[in-house]
């Protein structure tokens, strides 16, 4: 017991009782605390695309007019193409009727035989020309001179102790003496001698040439050339004649 008077010291049981007591005057704390609150899915969108940049909407026909532009692009190329055509047709067919048409057989068979013709020709020709040599040969030779020739003195010509023989109706000499012989005396010569040469002689001629080409190397060239465009001219031309009048296509 208490005396009267005196304040009892409070427990730790009243002081439960007291915490619990104004608890559920005041409510408990966590309700105290400040609730969330409800935020509209319908405003945070329109919030969101307020603060957006606004994005540039397309046209009403944007999408459809690009789906179309290139197939009509493609058109119109086409229809170009296709004039242009159509106008170098009509000038080839004008050309044409104004030449009085082409015979498109004659025209081959003209061109190949044409080419076999003058590959044939080819084969068989001759170049014929004349060379021009202009030189200088050197000599160096020795020349031999054997012969009997008559010669006339120029003038008197003395011999000394020449053996003279000499017979007569009245006397006889056969002895050495002077003999002089007069200008104008004919005597027979016997010439054995060598005459040395030592020049240069002046060359200026004209060589002719004449080469036949099926006899050089340009002959196998040319015959594969009429080998080649043999079996063509046989097929337009069957018929067909050589320029030596033979069958080509045998």
């Known amino acids: 017991m208490t005396k009267p008077g005196n304040k009892s010291k409070p427990t730790p049981a009243d002081r439960l009782h007291a915490i619990l007591g104004g608890m559920k005057n005041e409510g408990i704390p966590i309700d105290r605390l400040p609730k969330a609150r409800l ?8 919030a969101a695309r307020l ?20 197939p009509a692009l493609w058109t ?6 296709m004039g242009v055509n159509i106008i170098l047709l ?3 067919i004008s050309a044409l009727r104004s030449l009085g048409g082409l015979n498109l057989g004659q025209v081959g068979t003209g061109l190949a035989g044409g080419l076999y013709s003058n590959f044939e020709r080819m084969d068989a020709a001759h170049i014929k020309t004349d060379i021009p040599v202009q030189s200088s040969l050197p000599l160096s030779l020795s020349i031999p001179v054997q012969t009997t020739t008559n010669i ?59 080469i036949a080409l099926d006899q050089t190397d340009l002959h196998p060239a040319l015959a594969g050339l009429e080998s080649t465009i043999k079996p063509l001219y046989c097929v337009l031309n069957p018929d067909a004649i050589s320029i030596n009048n033979s069958l080509i296509c045998k």
């Not at 999408?63 to 179309?68: A, I, L, M, N």
């Open 152 to 210: 006339s003195l120029a003038e008197a010509v003395e011999i000394p102790n020449a053996h003279v023989k000499i017979s007569t109706g009245t006397f006889n000499i056969d002895s050495d003496a002077d003999v002089t012989l007069p200008a104008g005396t004919n005597l027979n010569v016997v010439l054995n001698f060598s005459v040395p040469v030592q020049t240069t002689v002046p060359v200026a001629l004209h060589i002719p040439v004449d």
């Open 90 to 92: 009509l000038v080839l």
């Open 51 to 70: 603060q957006s940049p606004p994005a540039a909407a397309p046209g009403p026909d944007g999408g459809k007019s690009k789906r179309q532009f290139l």
């Open 76 to 81: 119109v190329a086409s229809l170009i193409s």
């Open 39 to 46: 935020v509209d899915a319908s405003s945070v969108s329109e």
